[in-house]
């Protein structure tokens, strides 16, 4: 069965400071990679996705992620974070024609102003 | 524009008390979801709906059932409420489940089971 890790589950950081944050997945064969976001008290919004095509995605706010086949994996990056960025973030795979979206046990970010 | 939308937002139950939360989307979306999130264990999904009249078993899907009449609609219901069952319920949708198109998701519906 496919799995999403999310290596860190709380994350510190001061602005200004880069950022990524990693994710892994398990299944060997197709896959659709996406990072949410979830703002305190909202719900969760789509950061970047991942289908085919170049592997290093831009997404809204600055972010960016890079896929990597070899190692499974999908890194959440940043140069340079905002207070603003404070939130948790979700990586999510969909594998090969299923109907399910897994998703990871997310990261929390803290950005210290 | 008001995309997925989850009524109630709040809601404190007994243990034992049943109880309906509906989701309802205006994007003309085939595939619906029930998740749940708890701290810790990210959004597990509960039950998914791959078009009207239709439903299947998500990963924790002991103690909720779901209906989807309405293509518009779908709602998670709870039998015999547990304290186990405390959470956030999302909702979301999507155009198809397994195309590049992402999850959409409501706002949530914090749930207190006492």
């Known amino acids: 069965a496919q799995s999403v890790s999310q290596h860190n589950h709380h994350v510190i950081l001061s602005e200004a400071a880069s950022l990524e944050l990693g994710c892994n997945y398990s299944y060997g064969g197709t896959v659709n990679l996406f990072w949410y976001v979830q703002y305190p008290g909202q719900h969760l919004q789509l950061l970047l996705k991942y289908f085919s095509g170049d592997p290093l995605v831009k997404g809204i706010k600055g972010f960016e992620a890079e896929f990597i086949k070899s190692k499974f994996s999908f890194n959440l990056r940043k140069p340079s974070v905002q207070w603003s960025d404070t939130a948790e973030y979700f990586c999510a795979v969909n594998a090969g024609r299923d109907d399910k979206i897994i998703f990871g046990k997310g990261t929390r970010l803290h950005i210290l102003p | 524009n008001a995309g997925v939308t989850q009524t109630p937002k709040f809601r404190v139950l007994k243990t034992g008390q049943s109880m309906t939360l509906l989701c309802a989307q205006d994007m003309n979306h085939e595939y619906m979801y029930w998740y749940r999130q708890d701290p810790g264990m990210g959004l597990r999904l509960i039950h998914y709906s791959v078009g009207e009249g239709t439903t299947a078993k998500g990963e924790v899907p002991d103690g909720y059932n779901v209906s989807r009449l309405k293509k518009q609609n779908f709602l998670l219901g709870l039998e015999s409420a547990a304290p186990s069952q405390t959470s956030v319920y999302f909702c979301?949708?999507?155009?198809?489940?397994?195309?590049?198109?992402?999850?959409?998701f409501g706002d949530g519906t914090r749930l207190s089971i006492l």
């Open positions: 979301a949708s999507s155009y198809l489940g397994y195309s590049n198109q992402p999850q959409h």
